[in-house]
């Protein structure tokens, strides 16, 4: 059999691929759990949206497009009774969950241009809190990767509209009154604001994304 030849030297080849397994691993995850089957490609989209809507370059947007596809990509090494355990989890369970940010990165680190990119630190700290009391570094305001900080708005959002086997989902409304709520808190004031622009646009797409979710 012939393989075609590729043309590893092509920056576009290499954005596209890299792209791609940001995609298909975010896949690889979201299989792990039918109560998230879209959610990395659905943060992945927002926070693209979100990087855009803060004066970002279409570049910077893109990386942390990819970024939001691997964030939760450490919840592979979490067992899958503490990931779909229903009700609340024990303090060693809630340990072995808080672990998946590093695991993530650790996971990522060996794909040099995604270090470079920075990917590898906003997953690493997609769930630090801009107030200084998230994990796993307790990381504070501008200390956090911006990357990080935008992802964590929009897997909030994510979360917020999923149903999960604990509490329903909410709708759009009760998710962005939510995120206003946490401003200075546990969200970036700068990204809250940037949310609030392009509300609208962001609604419009998870709606796109929770349809597709219906098909599969
Ligand atoms: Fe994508
Ligand atoms: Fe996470």
Request: contains cysteine.
């Amino acid at each position: 059999m012939k393989i075609r030849p590729i043309r590893p030297n092509s920056a576009h080849f290499v954005t596209t691929v890299l792209h791609q397994f940001a995609e298909s691993l975010g896949f690889a995850i979201d299989a792990k759990d039918p109560y998230t089957s879209m959610h990395s490609e659905e943060v992945a989209e927002v926070s693209h949206a979100l990087a855009l809507s803060m004066g970002l370059s279409p570049n910077e947007a893109d990386i942390i497009h990819v970024a939001g596809h691997l964030h939760d990509i450490g919840k592979i090494g979490v067992p899958d009774a503490v990931l779909k355990k229903q009700g609340s989890l024990s303090p060693s369970e809630w340990r072995a969950m808080r672990r998946h940010p590093r695991a993530g990165a650790d996971i990522l680190r060996p794909v040099a241009a995604l270090k470079s990119l920075g990917v590898v630190d906003m997953v690493l700290h997609h769930h630090e809190r801009y107030d200084g009391t998230g994990y796993p570094d307790g990381l504070a305001g501008a200390q956090i990767p911006l990357g990080a900080r935008i992802i964590a708005v929009a897997d909030s959002v994510s979360a917020m509209l999923q149903n999960r086997p604990y509490r329903p989902s909410k709708n759009f409304e009760a998710a962005r009154k939510e995120v206003l709520r946490c401003s200075g808190t546990q969200f970036d004031p700068r990204v809250v604001q940037a949310f609030e622009g392009v509300a609208a646009a962001i609604e419009g797409m998870v709606d796109v994304l929770s349809a597709k979710e219906k098909d599969v």
